[in-house]
């Protein structure tokens, strides 16, 4: 029988993979345990991946728990619930030595490794015979899981009378008895493992979200209730979320015909004075880039959020990549100066996607936001956020003397004009897309004009790129020799790598910049002072920030790309290190193991 | 009422002397005036063409930003304060040709607001190639061997796509033009005014004389704007009589009506930005 024996609870820090039939409840049977041990006390970091295909195909859940805080989805995998063959023989060569395997022996029958050990269940036959419904074979599941590895069952039981409640209740009570089953099932048997977590660390109350939902709730603290948008995975979830809360908050959701309209039904409503966005995904992205420099010369705030998938074209839909950040710099035609920053984590989200507002709202113009698949689409344990760290900032209006003989597009000392909102009298102007004067009225014809616009729409990088410096973190040693620079999502996992290597003994930093274009220059300039390499990680093919900055920076970077679809663990980085270390130490030249392409 | 010349822009339009575009911006200026329309209120949208210049020459607020582009624009400023009589102008390329996506969507979407579309069966901008409304086989600069493809009905598109007023006008007739639009702002729902916008310069076909020899005014026929079958019939009636005037004309519930947000109250761009307070819906996620 597991009890409460394992003394410090810190110490937990397990990765459980669920894998079998899409469709068949292997995501939901993920995200429950995931939100059990998060109301344990443990610290989560989830990933999935789920096939294109809505039923059948594969589909796994991954999370990891412990009492420590996570940076990673981890590596090795300790507990596999297998439900299927497919899954048992996709998984099975990621479980750790001593890891344990479970699965449905109703299912299939595995032929056990030596290193492992295994537990067979028929899960099936004890949903179907003892509750009559198969498909609580996966409560049936939580409930091994749970009196195996000593996670509490109460918690178990809250949650289910929770998701099941609306449902009535003999369907809360056949989905406790299915945990139970489980429970007792287990309980006869030899328990021949170490793992065991009772009640994790954390105290407090916090909140269990993915990426996309904390920008959710980050663009309702900042006041958005506009939002524009054409369904497409990886963010369709943002429009939905927000179909169901804007309303409560006067707001609303419109569902437009294609993306080059939501961009379109943005910019309009925020040029009428209402805080609005619109999210996509690469494809969306593309189509959205004329409406984008619109907004760039017309100077309109307006907030694009860009959840990447892989591309070109359609890509692999619900896979992640960080494959957009030249479209998001420099797509579109003409000089066209936008703000790009990226979100690094769950709660990073949350806070980036404020700021990402106040920023549009205060510069007057399309900040892109780029999340991806891997972040949008995890859960991690978050705290609850602290609104006071982030103020709302409101777009310069015309004072009543600025009303009079009014100018739109005035030329100030910040680059920013006043921006009057239809419905004020005197503050009539034209929103104007072609090249125009301080009045708004157009000088297609005037060369000297277009240079002093252009000037002027640049002009306020000054006051971004600031913020960039002000923005960017840098983990590990601050001067380092082996530098990391990473940007978006890969923050965590760099960290981690930075952390291990550290532990060996290696000189390294990351730095890690949210805003991306304009570059945190100063930041980056003090930051390679010093360095004998710096690797740049990257989840895409060519290297698209470290081509950045090589514009930038006589530097020769060390590249390291992933592109297979998935987001990197921190031992690949790690080795990178190591290898790259190694390098320096013997003295040979960076260029010698520059990408590997 | 209000007076025409307190719509009138500062600059002055550079249209071509005999555009039809002028009679459709006096027209517009007479119908706001009529209304009593306070210029502040007033909120021009518009893609890229001659016709697109618009919002130019007219005191408003103006919104010229793509080609194609204007009624996703005009639907967000809407959206963004209901409290503004929103305005979309443009040309049939503009309208028909690249943004008819957004033409189809918006009449089904049924927001309120009045669509002018200047048409003169030919791209007027670009120096004259053929449009999605020139006739079959006619010569233009893109079309040297004469059109292949047949014209589109603007009139029988917006009937079938749910746009709720279906007005024609003529540049030759202003006043009857005016009452067009007068109309249009008036209704509650999606207006559609398709207006024979003669281009002097680009359609030596299409011309004011072709025109006269062939409209006539629907209203004169007691034509039932009740009847949508009539209205579709009357939409392709073309050659040797041509209708303007309303074909069609419905009430149905507002995009503004069905969206709670919009129902009541004050318009989302006028509410005071404040802090929401996150805690009920954070509920879901603990
Ligand atoms: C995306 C894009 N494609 C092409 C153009 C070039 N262009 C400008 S106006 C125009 C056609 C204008 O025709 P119409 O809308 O009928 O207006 P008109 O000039 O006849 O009033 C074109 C093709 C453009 N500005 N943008
Ligand atoms: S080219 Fe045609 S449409 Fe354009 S201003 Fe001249 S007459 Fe009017
Ligand atoms: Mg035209």
Not at chain 1, 153 to 169: A, I, Q, S, V
Not at chain 1, 218 to 233: D, K, L, N
């Amino acid at each position: 029988m597991p009890s409460n024996s394992n003394s410090n609870h810190r110490d937990v820090d397990y990765v459980f993979r669920v894998g079998g039939e899409g469709g068949e409840g292997v995501i939901s049977t993920g995200e429950m345990l995931t939100q059990t041990l998060a109301r344990a006390g443990y610290d989560i970091y989830t990933f999935r991946t789920y096939p294109a295909e809505i039923k059948g195909g594969h589909a796994n859940y991954q999370v990891r728990a412990s009492g420590k805080v996570l940076l990673s989805y981890g590596a090795a995998v300790d507990v596999l619930l297998a439900f299927n063959q497919e899954a048992y023989d996709k998984h099975i060569g990621d479980v750790r030595a001593g890891g344990v395997v479970l699965y449905d022996s109703d299912s299939f029958t595995a032929a056990a490794r030596e290193s492992l050990i295994y537990y067979p269940v028929p899960l099936t036959s004890l949903a179907t015979e003892k509750i009559g419904v198969k498909l609580t074979k996966n409560i049936v599941a939580l409930g091994v899981l749970g009196q195996l590895f000593d996670i509490p069952l109460p918690t178990f039981e809250h949650l289910l009378k929770e998701r099941f409640g609306r449902k009535g209740e003999t369907v809360v009570q056949k989905n406790l008895q299915a945990l139970h089953v489980g429970a007792e099932y287990i309980a006869h048997q030899r328990k021949q493992d170490a793992i065991l977590l009772g009640p994790g660390p954390r105290q407090t109350k916090s909140l269990i979200l993915s990426g996309n939902e904390s920008l959710c709730l980050g663009a309702i603290a900042v006041g958005c209730r506009v939002y524009a948008g054409y369904p497409i995975t990886p963010a369709s979830d943002i429009m939905e979320f927000l179909a169901k809360e804007l309303p409560k908050l006067g707001g609303f959701v419109v569902q437009t015909e294609d993306e080059i309209a939501a961009i379109g039904a943005v910019l309009g409503a925020s040029f009428a004075g209402a805080k609005a966005m619109t999210a996509t995904s690469g494809p969306g992205f593309s189509l959205m880039t004329e409406m984008m420099g619109l907004g760039v010369v017309a100077e309109i705030p307006a907030v694009i959020v860009n959840v990447q998938r892989v591309g070109p074209s359609t890509g692999m839909p619900t896979k992640t990549e960080q494959g957009d950040l030249y479209l998001a710099c420099y797509g579109g035609h003409g000089n066209c100066p936008r703000i790009v920053m990226a979100l690094t984590s769950v709660e990073d989200c949350f806070y980036g996607i404020m700021r990402a507002f106040n920023m549009a709202e205060q510069f007057q113009l399309p900040v892109v936001v780029l999340s991806d698949a891997s972040l949008g689409h995890r859960k991690a344990t978050v705290p609850v956020p602290d609104l006071s760290r982030v103020p709302v900032i409101e777009r310069r209006k015309p004072s009543l003397e600025e009303l009079v003989n009014y100018k739109r597009y005035q030329y100030t000392p910040e680059h920013v004009s006043p921006m009057s909102v239809p419905g004020v009298s005197g503050g009539g102007y034209i929103a104007e897309g072609l090249e125009h004067d301080e009045t708004g009225y157009p000088a297609a014809s005037n060369h000297e004009n277009h240079l002093r616009a252009t000037n002027k729409r640049y002009g306020k990088f000054h006051a971004v790129e600031q913020m960039a410096n002000e923005l960017t973190r840098i983990y590990g040693e601050p001067h380092p020799e082996i530098g990391i620079i990473g940007w978006g999502s890969t923050e965590g996992v760099i960290r981690e790598a930075v952390q291990l290597a550290q532990e060996k003994g290696y000189s390294v930093g990351a730095l890690h910049p949210k805003i991306l274009y304009p570059q945190p220059l100063a930041k980056l300039t003090e930051f390679l002072q010093g360095t004998k390499a710096v690797i740049i990680p990257e989840v895409n093919y060519s290297g698209q920030f470290a081509t950045l900055l090589r514009k930038r920076f006589a530097y020769d970077f060390v590249q390291l790309n992933k592109c297979i679809g998935l987001p990197f663990t921190p031992k690949e980085i790690l080795d990178k290190i190591e290898e790259v270390a190694a390098h320096v130490h013997s003295g040979r030249r960076s260029s010698a193991y520059a990408a590997k392409l | 009422m209000a007076q025409v010349k307190e719509y009138i822009g500062k600059v002055k339009p550079d249209w071509c002397p005999g555009c039809g575009d002028f009679a459709v911006l006096n027209a517009l200026q007479r119908a706001l005036a009529d209304l009593d329309i306070a210029p502040h209120n007033v909120q021009v949208v518009s893609g890229i063409g001659c016709s697109s210049n618009l919002p130019g020459f007219i005191n408003a607020y103006g919104f010229h930003g793509l080609h194609g582009r204007s009624l996703p624009v005009a639907t967000g400023a809407r959206l963004g304060n209901h409290d503004l009589t929103v305005i979309a102008t443009g040309g049939d390329g503009d309208g028909y040709g690249i943004g008819v996506g957004h033409f189809v969507h918006t009449c089904r979407r049924n927001v309120n607001m009045t669509y002018i579309v200047m048409d003169n069966q030919v791209y007027g901008l670009t120096t004259g190639q053929a449009s999605p409304t020139t006739e079959k086989d006619i010569v233009t600069k893109s079309t040297p061997e004469g059109t292949i493809e047949i014209a589109l009905s603007p009139i029988a598109l917006a009937l079938t796509c749910g746009a709720t007023y279906v007005a024609r006008g003529f540049s030759g007739d202003n006043l009857h033009l005016a009452q067009m639009i007068k109309g249009a702002i008036e209704h509650k729902g999606f207006a559609l005014v398709d207006v024979f916008s003669p281009c002097v310069t680009y359609n030596k076909h299409n011309t004011y004389p072709w025109f006269r020899e062939r409209v006539y005014k629907l209203e004169d026929e007691k034509h039932d704007t009740a009847d949508f079958r009539l209205a579709m019939e009357k939409a392709f009636e073309w050659g040797a009589r041509i209708p303007l005037g309303l074909f069609y004309k419905v009430e149905r519930p507002t995009y503004e009506d069905e969206e709670p947000a919009l129902r009541s109250g004050t318009p989302l761009a006028k509410q005071p930005l404040q802090r929401t307070d996150l805690a009920a819906i954070m509920e879901d996620f603990i």
